[in-house]
């Protein structure tokens, strides 16, 4: 039997967050240039997002360039945005096709204006699709996301339209960048790497976290249909017990 068809459509999680790892190092396994992982990539993308969508997933949230990447070597950097580029204007009609809509977190306006342009472009395009809502963290920092958020909430102190007595976890949450969705219950992590990496630091607090040492390039739906059935066989016990919550 599939991985697939061993999944409970009654117990999906709504959101699954992936560390997309792995490109650089699956394209030097091949002896070329990390910017052939990353092409390779969208392929793993395009499939994930379809398998994700045909299962019923909600929020898929991509990291798909971090705000400490704006530090590798200029040439990878100038690649992996016109992989975007050409990746958004390509994908475009698929995404209305599967009724994917597109969304971007992180501080999007440190990118390229062709890019920001090709981004809202898609988002605006996409925008009364109702099926899988595709989130892109770009220029994401997590702690970037917690500061911007505390700032907002400390100007309408300032102004006085908010007592400090009056913010809680609901506030805060409502004021990151992915305020309205709900917090990732899976966290997929490829290329055998056991770090968060500064990504949803805030939203992941109970989720499931899923490590695989398949390199993003190799990853295919069935291997998120793999981590789903994972997920499904943990016991989310959110601080009680485990009679609590039988
Ligand atoms: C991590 O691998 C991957 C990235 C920083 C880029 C991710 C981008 C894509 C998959 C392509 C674009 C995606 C979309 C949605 C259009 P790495 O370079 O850190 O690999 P390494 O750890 O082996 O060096």
Not at 9 to 28: F, S, T, Y
Request: aromatic share 8%; with cysteine.
């Amino acid at each position: 039997m599939s991985y697939k068809d061993q999944i409970d459509l009654q117990k999906l999680p709504r959101h699954i967050a992936v560390i997309m790892d792995g490109n650089g190092r699956w394209a030097k396994g091949k002896g070329k240039l990390r910017v052939f992982g990353h092409h390779n990539g969208v392929l793993s993308v395009r499939d994930v997002v379809e398998g994700a969508g045909e299962l019923g997933i909600e929020y898929l949230t991509l990291y798909t360039f971090s705000a400490e990447n704006w530090s590798r070597p200029k040439f990878e950097v100038i690649a992996i945005m016109e992989l975007l580029i050409s990746t958004l204007n390509k994908e475009i009609a698929k995404l209305m096709n599967n009724n994917v809509r597109l969304n971007a977190i992180g501080d999007l306006n440190m990118l390229p204006d062709k890019c920001h342009k090709e981004l809202n472009n898609a988002i605006s395009k996409t925008a009364a699709n109702t099926g899988l809502v595709l989130t892109l963290a770009l220029s994401y920092s997590s702690r970037g996301e917690i500061v911007q958020a505390a700032k907002k909430l400390a100007a309408k102190v300032q102004s006085g339209e908010l007592q400090p007595a009056d913010i809680d976890e609901k506030m805060f949450e409502d004021n990151l960048y992915t305020g309205g969705m709900p917090n990732p219950e899976l966290l997929i992590r490829t290329s055998g790497e056991y770090r968060i990496s500064n990504y949803l630091l805030w939203q992941i607090a109970y989720a499931e976290l899923y490590f695989t040492a398949k390199l993003w390039p190799d990853f295919r739906r069935e291997d998120l249909y793999e981590a789903i059935l994972d997920y499904q066989k943990r016991e989310r016990r959110f601080g009680m017990t485990s009679e609590q919550v039988n």
